[in-house]
């Protein structure tokens, strides 16, 4: 019999065309040969085009998943992604306040790539002051954290500015985003500790994308719970995005947005340092 592998929790919605949610985040963790654990929070009927409905699921459902799971494996690490409700953010923060031991990140989602609300305007609050001081990592993209600052970021010279007042404000390490930025190069801020570290890559040419907070974010939650540290897990993450960016495909009938594919390149955790 093998040794047990890894294990990561994802508290998100269930996305069923399979490009973001839960379903984005299993096959990134099955990708680093960690084993998912889920705990559904809404089932949301969307493609890469459109949000036609969310469908909350009840919160003591909700607790009752991450309560047993908790209970019964060895997580090491936790991510979240979709909580929709006040009600689902503050029965989360409460419970991985008890957790507080496993590493936390948390991917704010709040607007769809369609742009759908993903959150209830209430629930931001609720974020600010329950769930994101808990995080050891946070990964708002621009206008997330424009929402969590209360002001615009006017282009990619605030970027280090905004980054370091979202950690201080909230206590944690953040990895600001910078992709709906112009320019050939995406440019991401890690900033931990007070420090700065700097991810760029190439921006690759497509018309669209579905899924990528959520895979970044499982990449990098995978990554700690293998003992990377953050800034090498967040290195990790943005090679096997760069991937299924570069291996994604689309069908015809879904729309002009391209799905994300399991990577069919390199195994990135193959090569681990």
């Known amino acids: ?65 991450i309560s047993l799971l908790l209970d019964s494996f060895p997580i ?32 704010p989602v709040m607007i769809a790539s369609t742009g759908a609300s993903l959150l209830e305007p209430e629930a931001v609050a609720l974020y600010q002051t329950h769930l994101l001081p808990l995080a050891r990592l946070i990964t708002p993209n621009l206008p997330e954290a424009e929402v969590l600052l209360g002001e615009q970021i006017p282009g990619e010279a605030a970027l280090e500015s905004a980054a370091r007042r979202l950690a201080e404000r909230f206590g944690t390490a953040v990895l600001l985003k910078g992709g709906h930025l112009e320019g050939d190069e995406c440019v991401d801020l890690l900033c931990d500790g ?16 579905h899924g990528t907070g959520c895979t970044l974010s499982a990449a990098i939650t995978a990554a700690l719970a293998m003992g990377h540290s953050l800034a090498a897990a967040v290195a990790l993450a943005k090679a096997y995005l760069g991937e299924t960016l570069q291996y994604s495909y689309q069908f015809s009938a879904a729309g002009k947005i391209p799905l994300h594919a399991l990577n069919q390149g390199t195994s990135l955790h193959e090569n681990e340092a």
């Open 194 to 209: 007070g420090e700065i570290h700097r991810f760029t890559a190439a921006r690759i040419p497509l018309p669209g994308s």
């Open 1 to 65: 019999m093998q040794s047990c592998p890894p294990v990561a929790l994802t508290i998100a919605g269930s996305d069923c065309s399979s490009g973001a949610g839960i379903q984005a985040d299993l096959k990134t963790f099955q990708h680093f040969h960690v084993h998912g654990l889920t705990a559904v929070t809404c089932v949301v009927s969307e493609t890469s085009n459109i949000v036609r409905a969310v469908h909350p699921i009840p919160i003591g459902v909700l607790e009752d998943q």
């Open 76 to 107: 090491a690490a936790i991510k979240t992604g979709m909580l929709f409700s006040a009600a689902h953010v503050s029965a989360v923060a409460a419970l991985l306040g008890q957790a507080r031991g496993i590493p936390l990140v948390v991917d």
